[in-house]
């Protein structure tokens, strides 16, 4: 089975843009979770989406915001951008709801400039 | 909230010699995991523990979840150069669905 994709793997912009990061699961699975990694805070969970619904949400502000697809295809957007949401964003796939084993797919690098 | 600490932070140790990292939360948990991140890579599942005081190996892995599945460790035997990476521990709280990352410790083997 292929593995968790994520599109684009490199991002840079700017201060108040906004930025819509993809995210394919392996195959079968239907959650996919969000998570931001940084060296000051480590692995911090944004949201997981489970059937295309929002079934748990991280201590994020609301400029974080995903959705998922039918296919199970997932987006994460992120408005406004500061410089602090400079971050590797993984997206992580599992077979059922909730805090299961996690398959991570390569991440995306967002630089906020 | 909950809290997930690891410890140490970063390990430098002789190949050969063994290593252990420590995860400790402020919550009982319901289970917890244990990811490793190689340099430049995504974390990759190692485990996960779900009874109290349970014990698992693999290869020179062992892991431990404590009486009170409140804390965990991840013991390796006989290090080598390809354990460089970072181990996370993440545990699951209450059966909330967020799983709560350590902040990770940090591997280096020198040869």
């Known amino acids: 089975k292929a593995g968790v994709t994520q599109t684009p793997r490199y991002l840079i912009k700017t201060r108040g843009q906004q930025v819509t990061l993809s995210c394919s699961p392996i195959?079968?699975?239907?959650?996919v979770s969000w998570y931001q990694q940084t060296p000051g805070q480590g692995l911090q969970f944004l949201f997981e989406?489970?059937?295309?619904?929002?079934?748990n949400k991280g201590n994020f502000p609301g400029r974080f915001s995903g959705r998922q697809f039918s296919n199970s295809r997932s987006e994460m957007n992120v408005s406004t951008l500061e410089l602090g949401d400079s971050a590797l964003y993984l997206c992580?796939?599992?077979?059922?709801?909730?805090?299961?084993?996690?398959?991570f797919g390569p991440g995306t690098r967002l630089t906020v400039l | 909230g909950q809290q997930v600490m690891q410890i140490p932070q970063y390990q430098h140790v002789q190949e050969g010699e063994d290593f252990t990292t420590y995860c400790n939360s402020s919550?009982?948990?319901?289970?917890i995991q244990w990811y490793k991140q190689r340099p430049g890579g995504h974390p990759v599942f190692l485990i996960q523990?779900?009874?109290?005081?349970e014990v698992k190996k693999q290869k020179r892995l062992t892991f431990q979840f404590g009486e009170a599945k409140k804390n965990s460790s991840l013991h390796i035997t006989a290090t080598q150069t390809t354990d460089v990476g970072t181990y996370f521990c993440?545990?699951?709280?209450?059966?909330?669905?967020?799983?709560?990352f350590g902040q990770g410790t940090t591997l280096q083997v020198k040869p």
């Open positions: 919550t009982t948990l319901s289970n």
């Open positions: 195959s079968g699975h239907r959650s």
């Open positions: 992580a796939s599992s077979l059922a709801q909730g805090a299961n084993e996690q398959f």
């Open positions: 523990l779900v009874k109290s005081g």
């Open positions: 989406y489970f059937s295309e619904t929002q079934r």
């Open positions: 993440a545990g699951n709280s209450g059966n909330t669905g967020k799983l709560i």
